[in-house]
């Protein structure tokens, strides 16, 4: 089975500072994906990554940077927190056409 | 562009009732579709895809879904529900060719089951 983890469930962060979510899959994947979802809105994609050291921007990627050193990891960054930020967010690999493989995500609360 | 389109934000169905879930996608060429589930605080689950061959598709949890090209619908049923898929479901297209495995989602129908 594949398995994508997420480094926290639930984040509580002070505006200003800075954030780092981790997230980690074992199935060798290339392509990773960070997401986030509001109500009403859906998932919008932040940044996703094809390979190591590779990263596209999405959708929203304001305020965010990535990191991907290794293949199975990919980071996503909020360089300083804001209050708009608080989210779920949502990380995702993809394996055979297309198939994205999901974390549980991390519920964060930016004060 | 591609995009997909869930119609309806929220359904309220009764227990052992049918279900049928409505998306529509916009898209040149053959697409993957896929369905995905998410219960309250979890990350997603597929429930079920589409890439070629039989427009039926069967998934898990009873679910199954029908790609209609000319309606451009993927369109996802249930025959009897059950109150434990009281959930949120989204839609999703991904293109035949690699765009790096990017999907487009819809905006997602959220279900509540009456008992």
């Known amino acids: 089975d594949v398995k994508v983890t997420q480094s926290s469930r639930y984040l509580v962060k002070r505006t200003g500072e800075k954030v780092f979510l981790e997230c980690v899959q074992d199935m060798d994947h290339e392509n990773m994906f960070w997401y986030r979802q509001d109500p009403g809105l859906g998932l919008r994609l932040i940044y996703f990554s094809y390979d190591v050291k590779m990263k596209e921007k999405g959708d929203i990627p304001e305020g965010y940077s990535v990191s991907r050193e290794k293949k199975e990891r990919f980071s996503l960054i909020l360089e300083s927190a804001s209050t708009n930020q608080t989210s779920m967010y949502l990380c995702a690999s993809t394996g055979r056409r297309e198939t994205q493989y999901f974390g549980p995500g991390t519920r964060l609360l930016v004060l | 562009a591609q995009s997909v389109t869930q119609p309806d934000i929220h359904i309220t169905v009764s227990e052992g009732a049918s279900l049928e879930l409505r998306c529509n996608y916009s898209y040149g060429a053959t697409p993957y579709l896929f369905w995905y589930v998410q219960s309250p605080g979890q990350g997603l689950q597929l429930l079920l895809k589409?890439?070629?061959?039989?427009?039926l598709v069967q998934g898990i949890k009873g679910f199954e879904a029908e790609f209609k090209r000319s309606q451009s619908s993927f369109n996802l049923r249930k025959p009897s529900v059950h109150w434990s898929d009281a959930a949120e479901y989204f839609c999703a297209v991904g293109t035949t060719y690699n765009q790096g495995g990017k999907l487009i989602f819809g905006q997602g129908t959220e279900l509540s089951v009456k008992p």
């Open positions: 589409y890439f070629s061959g039989d427009t």
